[in-house]
Every structure is written in structure tokens, then in C-alpha cells.
């Protein structure tokens, strides 16, 4: 059975007059893999699971990138346990069911091996053609899943293309529409994809973005997130905050193994307390940055800022204190946690990449380097040596203390959307 532990990392010292009290909150998981065998009952039978692999298969994945395509989605397949409900989707101005075949009677089916085979064998047969509308993708999918009586949800998409058949408020619309009925991770493969739409997708939905450069990469890739996904078995679990009357939760952002803001995504447990979705788990940490704003107390006053619950199925099974203590002792105040600071720095620091490389693209020179610049100090400073490793390949570094920078010329598409995609993921504070 699945186990979460949750510890509080802040100083909880306020100077007189002081509100906003911070904290890092780190969750770990064991015992999931354990949880899933249990639900799926026995062996590596991917019961109480629904997985859909959705592959680009418009105009431009013609050549190449279709046929690796093909063989991911195929390796994808082999890797998919016996009992997993399972689909495959070709999207392009509109989306097919690729299998089970179109005529088939049930919208997904289990695998067992026969199905793999024929799985295989439709696979083989798709061909790229037409445009490329990604919310018929999403939509298929929440078709599909609909109908799958199972806890586990999860969407694999790729696509090598821009989302240019259709107007962006329809996929902006549909990713609402959908939110809340399944995870997605998103893959684009080569260097016409907008790094901007894949990440709207899977932040709403829970996942990953990331690039894959080369198409015979994609099979590797597809693997290890169908792997992912098997082996989270806590199917959804909610971060809840509560807060004291008068208060208010300032935010609530993941900010490891990658930086994901969950602030718009509450929703109301009781008058004081917020929930906020994190998904499926495996055995893993995340960690998580919480800031609360209270009421000024006079100095030598304490009071309990905020209680910080992990959640499954409604039950909480795990919880930790942040707490606030107002002193006119400036060797108490003055001290920064540094769990608060560093992950402070990890989100300013993909914000700053994410703005400079938007400023570049738009032809804002000064912007673009203030603010990579500014990525290539905290990138230093949080010791994040491979965002460091890639905002070189974008600017030549003149002083890194000091955030000077040259934007380089005729940098490479790919290098800029690899720091791009690359910008959330985060590295852990050093604890002793």
C-alpha cells in the first residue's frame, strides 16, 4: 500500500509588521508500484488503466518522421501491460481512431496479445495527410476515455507541427473542456512546433512537455513514458492548504522535479480550506513552494499559518505545520530557509528564460538579453548546471556574477527550443 510523507522546510520567524510566511513543502510516495498491483490484482496486468497514444499524422509528418512515428507508437504498444484498456488515435484536421479499428464495437479494448498484433498491424497502415488541429485530437480522446470505467487515465501526444488548422480559442477552449478527465504528456519532434501550445496542453493536463530533435528518438521516448505512466499507482492525489480565517494563499507551485504553477487550479474544500490536483504518483518526491499571507501579530505572538494535506481519494494521508512567529530578534528574521530561497530562484529563473527567449523571438534584442542574462545568474546561483550548459549555446556569457550577456547570432532553432522546453525542470536543493 502506497505511503506519503510530507516535511516542512521554512523559517518561521517574522519581523514586526511582517504577513507573508513561506515554505517548502517536500512529499514523498513509496509503495505505489505496490498499490497498483494490488488494484490490478495479480502479476503486471495493467487493470483499473486506460492509456491512448495519439500520433501526428497531418501533411508535414510525411517522410521520416512518420515512419518513426510508426515504430514509437508501435514500441509504445509492447510496452503497455496485459489488461490495460488501450487506443490509438491519428490526428490530423481531424481526428480517426486508428484502433480499435473504426468499425470495431467498443471505442477501446484490453490488451492481451492478439490485440497488440492487430494494434501493430493498424499502425503500420496510418499515412500523414492533411492538416492539423489538435483540439479533435483532445476531444477523440475525451471521447474514449469517457468510456473507460478506470481511475488511470493518461495521453501520449506527438506532433511536429504548428496547431494551424483551426482558430488557437478552439484549443484553448477544449483543453478547458477537458481538464480534469486525464493526464497528457506531449512530445514534438523536430523544429516547427510551438513549444508555447504543447505547454498550455500539458500544463492544464497534468503533464510533461519536451523535445524530441530527431525522429529516431521518438521510440525511446515513447517508451519511457508509457513506463512513467504504469508505474504511478495512486491514481489521483490532491495537495490541500488550509489557512486561518483572515488569511490568504498567496500561491501554491510545484517547484520540483519541475516548476508547475497550481495556483488556478484550486478548488474549494470547506470556507478555509483549498485542494489542489497533482495527478497519478509513483514512488517519488515533489516538492512544493506555499506562501500564505496573515494578519500582522504584535512580536512575541505564534500562530499556525498554514496546514498542508496530501489527499487520496479524499482521505488524507499525510500532513505538515508551516508556522509563524513575529520577533524583534534580527538574527532570527533576517534568516533566509534555504529550501525557500532556492526554489524561489528555480522559478524566477524559468520565467526569465521563457521572457527572454519570447523577447528574441519578436525582435526585442535589449529585453531578451536583460532577462537571459538575469537566467544565466540564477542559473549559477542554483547551481542548475544544465540550464547553464544551454543558455550558452543561446548568449556568449560575459560576466556570470552580473547576469552580462551577448546574444549569439544565428543561433539553431532546436537549441533554442530545447532550453525552452527544458526551462521548467528544476534541481533539487542540496540538504545535509
Request: aromatic letters at 4%.
Amino acid at each position: 500500500m502506497a505511503e506519503f510523507s510530507a516535511e516542512v522546510f521554512q523559517n518561521e520567524f517574522l519581523s514586526d509588521g511582517a504577513t507573508d510566511v513561506h515554505a517548502v513543502v517536500s512529499v514523498t510516495c513509496t509503495g505505489a508500484g505496490t498499490t497498483q498491483r494490488a488494484a490490478a490484482g495479480v502479476g503486471a496486468s495493467g487493470s483499473g488503466v486506460a492509456e491512448i497514444v495519439a500520433v501526428d499524422t497531418s501533411g508535414s509528418m510525411q517522410g521520416r518522421n512518420m515512419e518513426a512515428a510508426k515504430h514509437a507508437a508501435a514500441v509504445a504498444v509492447d510496452q503497455i501491460p496485459d489488461g490495460t484498456l488501450f487506443a490509438i488515435i491519428g490526428g490530423s484536421h481531424v481526428a480517426s481512431r486508428i484502433f480499435p479499428y473504426p468499425n470495431a464495437r467498443v471505442p477501446m479494448v484490453a490488451m492481451e496479445p492478439g490485440a497488440r498484433a492487430e494494434a501493430k498491424r493498424a499502425i503500420s497502415t496510418m499515412a500523414a495527410g492533411g492538416g492539423t488541429a489538435i483540439s479533435s485530437w483532445l476531444r477523440l480522446a475525451d471521447d474514449l476515455f469517457a468510456t473507460a470505467q478506470v481511475a488511470k487515465k493518461h495521453l501520449i501526444l506527438l506532433t511536429d507541427g504548428k496547431n494551424e488548422s483551426e482558430p488557437s480559442a478552439h484549443l484553448n477552449q477544449m483543453i478547458a473542456d477537458v481538464t480534469g478527465n486525464f493526464q497528457c504528456d506531449a512530445r514534438g519532434v523536430g523544429d516547427r512546433w510551438v513549444v508555447g501550445e504543447l505547454r498550455k496542453i500539458s500544463t492544464a493536463l497534468l503533464g510533461t512537455v519536451d523535445l524530441i530533435a530527431r525522429p529516431e528518438d521518438i521510440a525511446d521516448d515513447f517508451a519511457a513514458l508509457v513506463r512513467k505512466s504504469m508505474a504511478r499507482g495512486v491514481a489521483a492525489v490532491d495537495l490541500r492548504v488550509w489557512a486561518p480565517q483572515g488569511s490568504q494563499v498567496l500561491f501554491v507551485r510545484q517547484v520540483a522535479p519541475e516548476v508547475d504553477d497550481l495556483t488556478g487550479r484550486r478548488t474549494e474544500v470547506n470556507a478555509l480550506t483549498s485542494a489542489y490536483p497533482t495527478g497519478a504518483w509513483a514512488d517519488e518526491t515533489r516538492e512544493y513552494h506555499v506562501a500564505v499571507r496573515v494578519p500582522s501579530k504584535p512580536v512575541g505572538s505564534e500562530q499556525l499559518a498554514a496546514r498542508v494535506q496530501v489527499a487520496v481519494d479524499h482521505e488524507v494521508a499525510a500532513s505538515g505545520l508551516v508556522k509563524a512567529k513575529w520577533s524583534d530578534d534580527s538574527t532570527l528574521t533576517a534568516r533566509i530557509s534555504p529550501e525557500v530561497a532556492h526554489y524561489t530562484g528555480q522559478a524566477e529563473l524559468a520565467s526569465a528564460i521563457q521572457e527572454g527567449l519570447a523577447a528574441k523571438a519578436a525582435g526585442d534584442e535589449a529585453t531578451a538579453t536583460v532577462k537571459l542574462g538575469r537566467a544565466v545568474q540564477l542559473a549559477a546561483e542554483t547551481g542548475n548546471d544544465d540550464a547553464t550548459s544551454r543558455l550558452r549555446k543561446i548568449v556568449e556569457v560575459e560576466n556570470v556574477e552580473e547576469g552580462t550577456v551577448r546574444l549569439k547570432r544565428n543561433t539553431a532553432k532546436l537549441d533554442e527550443m530545447a532550453l525552452d522546453t527544458a526551462s521548467t525542470k528544476t534541481t533539487r536543493v542540496r540538504r545535509a
